[in-house]
């Protein structure tokens, strides 16, 4: 091995040392709380040190959030069970559900607290949250082309109900808050099913997203005339 090479090991292990010590701070404390001396304790790190490596705790944060979006994607991705379109939907936001108990302090990082100011602000730019979308949005839409939802659904509006409806249940489970004896994912499990059998039925549904916004009013623009045009 390489001096190099040995040297950006040794950077990547300090680095995942880091994030660790961030993210298990984070949940047991909460974003206000940790401090950069807090994880250079926790790490037997000075915290100058630790500048070194992130300017600033809300850039450690930042990395965090941005790691747990790969891992959350490559979950989903992989969750696919090629049983058909509407069988990939049910088993892509099951496993979105399942990254919420095995993840904990990502999924609250990621989708849950906002006192990150950077998350908050950069939320949209985030280029794994967006692919991750526009995956959920594409599989979504194969259901719709292959029969399984109404012709008439938005794919980008039924993506955001799945996701506010399972968004419940997993803070829920993170957070403890059902009666000793009540089931977790018996709860996510219905209202998983539930929100899909109200898509394919074609509940009346009232929200409309900023794409969905976007596409409506781009089909009543004709032909060669401009948005801005008067």
């Known amino acids: 091995m390489g001096i190099e090479e040995r040297r950006d090991r ?7 040392s880091i994030l660790d010590a961030a993210r298990e701070l984070f949940l047991a404390e909460g974003y206000p709380s940790v401090s950069i ?6 790490i037997e790190y000075s915290p100058a040190a630790i500048y070194s490596y992130y300017p600033s705790k ?3 944060f930042l990395a965090l959030a941005k790691e747990g ?28 559900y399942e ?39 594409s599989g979504i839409q194969k259901a719709i082309d292959a029969g399984a939802f109404p012709a008439t ?15 419940g249940p997993a803070v829920v489970g993170i957070r403890h808050r059902l009666a000793s004896g009540e089931d977790y994912d ?3 499990r219905d209202v998983l099913n539930t929100t899909i059998a109200g898509l394919q039925v ?29």
């Open 10 to 16: 040794e950077r990547q292990a300090v680095t995942d």
């Open 37 to 42: 001396r807090k994880i250079a304790e926790r």
């Open 58 to 60: 809300d850039d450690i």
């Open 69 to 96: 979006f790969r891992r959350l994607d490559a979950k989903v991705q992989s969750a696919a069970c090629t049983g058909g379109p509407l069988e990939d939907v049910r088993a892509c936001w099951w496993a979105f």
């Open 99 to 137: 990254f919420s108990k095995e993840q904990p302090e990502y999924f609250l990082l990621m989708f849950v607290d906002r006192s990150v100011p950077r998350i908050t602000e950069q939320w949209d730019g985030f280029e794994f949250l967006q692919q991750m979308l526009n995956n959920a949005v």
């Open 153 to 167: 659904l938005n794919a980008n509006a039924a993506m955001h109900m799945l996701w506010a409806g399972l968004i």
């Open 186 to 188: 018996a709860l996510a």
């Open 202 to 230: 074609g509940v009346a549904t009232t929200f409309v997203s900023c794409k969905c916004a976007e596409e409506i009013a781009g089909a009543a623009i004709p032909a060669g005339a401009s948005r801005h045009d008067s």
